[in-house]
Structures are given as structure tokens and as C-alpha cells.
């Protein structure tokens, strides 16, 4: 996803935020010195509780955000007083109780861009987009931006990219840019390169590539941010208003899909309206905010300073950076070329020797490394940056991470578990990508691919996530292509390399205590024990005796977040 990395925008919110967070927090201090604490029971339920020294419960309690007592009803009631007067109770009827699910990897901001955009997932054709894009120039001005996303060739006949002739066709007034459900490329119209100033002498940025037809002109295909990010640097800014708006719908799904935390990759501009929603008591998920790599170490830890690094709700977190691009789009580097397009191996977006040397300085001044890497080769080299940078600055308890790491090379998943390396990985990618992913990577690659099973056998922790934008938040989808690596609609017959599969257990802990692992938050949440926050869900199933085609029919009744209920089904 594109973070734009303008110091003078960013050094003037931080400002800006310094003066809020003063203010605020006095109120909130002040406010919640006026509550007096109160304990909720939740009893006659079926509790999962994922606790592997107590796995199951009947009732538990919940006094200032965090689970004071659980275990069987008499324990509940008796030794922690769930029988006395003016206390609420609330009476679960056998339903089905595990604790809320900690996306390890989404892109909220990205979500709420969708909001604002024209949306084209599932688009079964560049004429369908095509229509979306004049019914989308019908609304604006000569002019104005049009942007869009989520358009994935793999569904159309011809499996081909866009060009910007196409966009000229239905927008020849507007730029347009429509960025594909990878994020790692977009195709804009020749308007919008015209804004950007790209045509046929135009050379590719470092990690990032310009498309050029046989005559040498821009075909409106920009793949990987360092090239997207000279058509999208020139779109204005949405007004703040409709900023929040669009993430308010987005906080609105999380909830409804059971998420009671993310670690989250979006630009500080959202960071400050999670903020805000924080300080009005709206905001329904604890959030993780990476902060982007690249940023100059002053700027970052600047950031980390306004930001903060211990609430409880809303923090910062680990550095995120690109090594590579994406399979669907072959933009993932690989050791050797693509099966169906020998010309390419990918591209590397990030040049590994100056990679090491900005993880080393970062890892010194105590940031935690989350690296995306997709292909073989960028998944060897994220290794390879690790292994340096604990060489040069010694050891101690990093938890760095490759996020995805949907194609290693099998020499390399002992190296996981030697650096302690966390795989946090999305399981719905292999649900997705399992359609094309052997025309790209050939059979023989595809044994180290989305391989859940062998990183465990490996001893490497898992965090699991959804990658949201890109895929839908629902983890129930994950669970479900966890345990079958089976399409949603059924098939392939036992699964799809299916000596990956995992346990429905390993599948909730990756999802759950596994997450928060990933974010140094074991012990505090991930569990149904004392001491950790009440985060928790209740569901229409339970996901242990049900098969798992029921997984993803699965919906969501109530979502508690710190003792409070911020989504109930109707």
C-alpha cells in the first residue's frame, strides 16, 4: 500500500497531534475517574477459552476491561461473587464463546480509500470496469481525480492488464488511476501520467517499473510503489470529514467480522483520526500502527514519541518495509523465472545492500523489522537482513517478521525458526491465488508455498491475518482455508497441497495468541484467562463440532472489546 512520505506534512501533524494528545488526555484522566468500576457476568456459555492449561469454561467475569475470573459456573459464582445484587449479568445460553481475533496484517486506511473509490473487486472484465469508471465521471468534474480499486485480471478471459487506452475510452476529462487487489500495481489513463509528467523518456525509479508498449510509449501500467507513487503523489488529499467517515464504516466491519485487534499499515493521517475516535470513546479495535521503513530514523522516532508505544488501544509498532511485489501481478522476486513468463524473476524492491544497512540502524534505535516478502528470493533476503543486523547489534527478544512469506525456498524455513523469525501469513491468499498460483511458480515451487503446516513442524511462530483490503477482514474464511485448503465453493478434492493443512486449534491460536505474540502482547490479550482484556466474541456456531463449509456461514452476535460490547447482531 502507498505511504506518502512528505516531511513537512508529516513533521506538521505530528505538531498538531502533540497539542491534541495534551488536551485529551486530561479529559480522559478526568472522565474516567468519575466511573466507578463494574463487573459483568457471562455465564451458561460454551467458552473456548484457548487457554491450553483450561480450555473450556462455563461463565466468566469482567471488571475494568479485563476477565477478573472464568472457569465452571459454581467457581464463577461462588468464589467471585457472580451471584450478588447489582451487578449485570448476561446469560449466554449455551453460545458458543472464544477470544476476539487479532488481524496481523491489514491495511485500514487502504479500506477506507475503497470507501471513497470506485469499487471493483470482483469486476468480471475490463468492459465492466470500464462502465464503472464512466458511471464514476458522470458524478465528478472535468478534472477531478477518479480513483478505484481491487480489479484482478485473473477473473477476466483474456488474463491480461488493462492499458490506459481503455480508461481514455470512458474518462478523456479526468485522471484516473485504478490500482489492482494486490496493491503493488495500478493502471492510469493518459491524463494522469500526463500529471505526473511519465512518458516514453521517463526511467524506471529504483524498485519499480514504468510499462512500456512496443513503441516505446506508457501503456498506464505502474507496477510497484516507487512507480505508482508518481501518478498517486499528485491526488489530493480527501477532506478530514470524509476521511473519518470512510473509517468509520471500516471500523463498523472489523467489528462485525469478530476482529478485536489489527496491526494495522496505514498513512498518519489515519493514525490521527483513530486518535480522535479513541479520545471520543468510538473507537471498537485496538490498533497496531507500523510506521513505513523507509522514513528518515528522526522522523520515525518522532512518530514513535506522539504515537506511543504502550496504550492499550491505540499504539505504534514495528517498521514495515517492501522487499519485493506480488505473485498474481509476477512482480514477487524469485531465485528463477516465472513458469509462464520466463523473461521475469520479479523485481526486488529494495536494493538488499542498502536494505541492510537502514535495518541495522533501526534495529539499534529499537524498532521491531516487519518485512514483505513474497517470492523466494525476497523471502531469502529478508532472512539474510536479519541475520545481519542481529550479527551487528547483538542479541536480544526482536520478534522481526516477513509478512506473507507465501513462497520459500525449503532450505530456508530452519532459518525461520534459527532467528526467530515470526511467519505472519494470510491464509485466504492461498484460497485466492490457489487458481493461477502453479501456472506461475511451476509444481515443484509450489511445496514451499503458503506452507502453514511445515512452518510449525519448523518450530516458527505463526501470526495469521487477512491482509484486508486486499481480501475480505472475515478470519472465519481463513479458518476455513486453514483446515481444508479448499475453495469457499468446495475443491479440489482434499484439498489443495494438503499436507499443509493445520489444526483448527493451531488455526485459532495463529489468529489469536499468535498474534499477539507478534506484536509483544502475549499475556494480554489472545486468551480467556485473568488478567488478560476482555476481548472476546460470541458466535452463532461452534466452530468445533461444526464442519468446516459451516466455518465461513459462521456470523458474528455480539464483539466485546475491553468489557465493552461494540457490535451486536440484531
Not at 465452571?72 to 450478588?84: E, P, T
Not at 496484517?105 to 473487486?121: C, I, S
Not at 488529499?237 to 470512510?246: F, N, S, T, V
Request: net charge negative; aromatic share 8%; with cysteine.
Amino acid at each position: 500500500m502507498t505511504i506518502r512520505t512528505d516531511r513537512v506534512r508529516i513533521l506538521a501533524g505530528l505538531l498538531s497531534f502533540a497539542v491534541v494528545t495534551v488536551v485529551v488526555a486530561w479529559h480522559a484522566k478526568s472522565s474516567a475517574a468519575q466511573k466507578a468500576p463494574v463487573t459483568t457476568y457471562y455465564n451458561h456459555g460454551h467458552i473456548y477459552t484457548n487457554d491450553p492449561a483450561h480450555p473450556w469454561a462455563e461463565a466468566l467475569a469482567v471488571s475494568e476491561g479485563k476477565i477478573s475470573c472464568i472457569g465452571r459456573m459454581d467457581h464463577v459464582l461462588l468464589d467471585c461473587g457472580g451471584g450478588q445484587e447489582g451487578v449485570e449479568t448476561v446469560n449466554l445460553k449455551g453460545q458458543f464463546v472464544m477470544p476476539g481475533f487479532n488481524d496481523a496484517h491489514v491495511h485500514l486506511g487502504g479500506a477506507a480509500a475503497d470507501e471513497l473509490a470506485v469499487p471493483l473487486t470482483g469486476v468480471p472484465s475490463a468492459e465492466e470496469m470500464q462502465k464503472r469508471v464512466a458511471a464514476a465521471v458522470a458524478q465528478h468534474k472535468d478534472g477531478e481525480w477518479i480513483t478505484g480499486g481491487g480489479w484482478d485480471h485473473t477473473l477476466w478471459t483474456e488474463k491480461k492488464f488493462p492499458d490506459r487506452q481503455q480508461l481514455d475510452a470512458v474518462a478523456p476529462k479526468n485522471p484516473v488511476i485504478l490500482t489492482h487487489i494486490s496493491g503493488h500495481v495500478a493502471v492510469a489513463n493518459s491524463l494522469a501520467l500526463k500529471r505526473a509528467e511519465i512518458d516514453k523518456t521517463t526511467p524506471n525509479p529504483p524498485g519499480g517499473e514504468i510499462e512500456h508498449d512496443t513503441l516505446g510509449e506508457p501503456t498506464g501500467m505502474l507496477k510497484e510503489d516507487a512507480a505508482m507513487s508518481l501518478v498517486k503523489a499528485r491526488i489530493p488529499d480527501p477532506a478530514p470529514e470524509a476521511r473519518r467517515k470512510a473509517i468509520e464504516l471500516v471500523l463498523e466491519n472489523v467489528a462485525k467480522n469478530g476482529i478485536t485487534s489489527v496491526q494495522d499499515y496505514s498513512e498518519w493521517a489515519d493514525f490521527q483520526a483513530f486518535q480522535q475516535l479513541k479520545e471520543e470513546g468510538k473507537l471498537t479495535v485496538r490498533i497496531t500502527e507500523w510506521l513505513p521503513f523507509n522514513l528518515p530514523l528522526n522522523d520515525l522516532q518522532n512518530m514513535r514519541a506522539q504515537g506511543g508505544t504502550q496504550d492499550p488501544w491505540l499504539k505504534t509498532g514495528a517498521l514495515k518495509a517492501f522487499t519485493d511485489g506480488a505473485m498474481g501481478s509476477r512482480t514477487a522476486a524469485m531465485l528463477e523465472p516465472y513458469s509462464d513468463d520466463p523473461s521475469t524473476s520479479g523485481i526486488l524492491t529494495s536494493d538488499p545492500e542498502k536494505l541492510t544497512a537502514m535495518a541495522i540502524q533501526r534495529d539499534k534505535a529499537g524498532f521491531q523489522l516487519a518485512f514483505h516478502a513474497i517470492g523466494d528470493r525476497a523471502n531469502r533476503i529478508a532472512l539474510d537482513v536479519f541475520e545481519a543486523v542481529a550479527k551487528a547489534n547483538g542479541a536480544r527478544d526482536r520478534r522481526d517478521r516477513i509478512e506473507h512469506a507465501q513462497v520459500v525456498a525449503p532450505m530456508d524455513f530452519s532459518r525461520f525458526a534459527q532467528l526467530h523469525v515470526v511467519a505472519s501469513m494470510q491464509p485466504s491468499h492461498q484460497t485466492t491465488d490457489m487458481r493461477w498460483a502453479e501456472e506461475r511458480i511451476g509444481r515443484e515451487r509450489l511445496v514451499g508455498a503458503y506452507a502453514w503446516a511445515t512452518m510449525l513442524k519448523n518450530g516458527v511462530p505463526l501470526a495469521f491475518g487477512t491482509d484486508y483490503d486486499v481480501e475480505p477482514i472475515s478470519p472465519f474464511r481463513g479458518l476455513y482455508a486453514c483446515v481444508t485448503r479448499e475453495r469457499p465453493e468446495g475443491g479440489p478434492k482434499d484439498g489443495w497441497q494438503p499436507q499443509e493443512k493445520i489444526s483448527l486449534a493451531d488455526c485459532i491460536r495463529a489468529y489469536t495468541s499468535g498474534s499477539a505474540y507478534a506484536e509483544f502482547e502475549e499475556g494480554k490479550k489472545g486468551e480467556l484467562k485473568p488478567g488478560e482484556y476482555a476481548d472476546f466474541i460470541i458466535l452463532s456456531n461452534d466452530l468445533t463440532k461444526i464442519p468446516p463449509a459451516q466455518f465461513i456461514k459462521t456470523r458474528v452476535i455480539r464483539t466485546v472489546v475491553g468489557g465493552r460490547t461494540v457490535q451486536q447482531a440484531h
